[in-house]
């Protein structure tokens, strides 16, 4: 890490446990990791590496069996689970697989739902949900439900729904897996362009090697520990 660069995000020995019945899986185990502001950052792993469970971690959505999770000075193990949501809400936005849009609400509807949880003014929500809607270019499908929009399409209403509410952090779990390789790639590189836009830090998990080539930095997890932590020369 550069001195110029701030860590948002620190795990500091982290571990994580489950209990299948009578046996215990190690999903993490020992993760150390700094992410900085305005990264790009790639988890890549085999399903079954403990990619999705090291972004529960990242997230707030799981606490770890050991270890502390530090976000933007916070050990996160001090809030209480009314804390932790507001946590989540103001610094955390999601992309997800399956999309996760509400199928009866329009895209505008699904951009602007998050902003109505937290009590937004509507004259903001309509500005900020439109100006979201024309930077991934939708805005001329805002009034389109998921039903009528490709695949391709609501993963960019997925990301202008995670990115409205103007997070620190989005965290991505395999958001490319149910799109075609171009389309992919196109997601990708959206995702990047909004980085560089807002400034906003990702990190993303996948087994996908197209996003992982796509990378600023990449981690790759194995078995529950990081095998790599590589910085990627940008291209000439």
């Avoid at 999309?99 to 949880?117: C, I, K, Q």
């Avoid at 929500?125 to 490709?150: C, F, I, K, N, Y």
């Amino acid at each position: 890490m550069k001195m110029s660069e701030e860590i948002l995000v620190e795990l500091r020995s982290v571990s994580r446990q489950y209990k299948l019945g009578k046996t215990v899986v190690n999903a993490l185990e020992g993760v150390s990791l700094e992410i900085v502001r305005s990264d790009f950052l790639i988890v890549a792993g085999p399903s079954g590496s403990g990619k999705s469970t090291l972004l529960n971690l990242i997230g707030c959505i799981d606490q770890p069996t050991a270890g502390s999770v530090i976000f933007d000075s916070t050990d996160v193990a001090t809030l209480s689970d009314r804390e932790l949501s507001a946590f989540r809400a103001h610094k955390l936005g999601f992309i997800f697989e399956s999309f996760n849009l509400v199928p009866v609400l329009n895209a505008h509807e699904n951009v602007d739902y998050p902003l109505r949880l937290r009590n937004v003014p509507a004259a903001e929500r309509q500005s900020r949900t439109e100006a979201m809607l024309e930077a991934v270019g939708l805005q001329d499908q805002a009034l389109h439900r998921p039903g009528e929009l490709s695949g391709g399409q609501r993963q960019r209403v997925a990301i202008a729904r995670a990115l409205v509410t103007h997070p620190e952090l989005v965290l991505a779990d395999e958001p490319t897996a149910n799109l075609d390789t171009r389309t992919g790639e196109t997601i990708i590189d959206l995702m990047k362009e909004m980085r560089d836009r807002l400034g906003t830090t990702f990190v993303i998990a996948t087994h996908d090697p197209m996003v992982a080539e796509r990378a600023r930095r990449r981690v790759e997890i194995r078995d529950g520990r990081i095998s790599n932590d590589s910085l990627i020369p940008s291209p000439r």
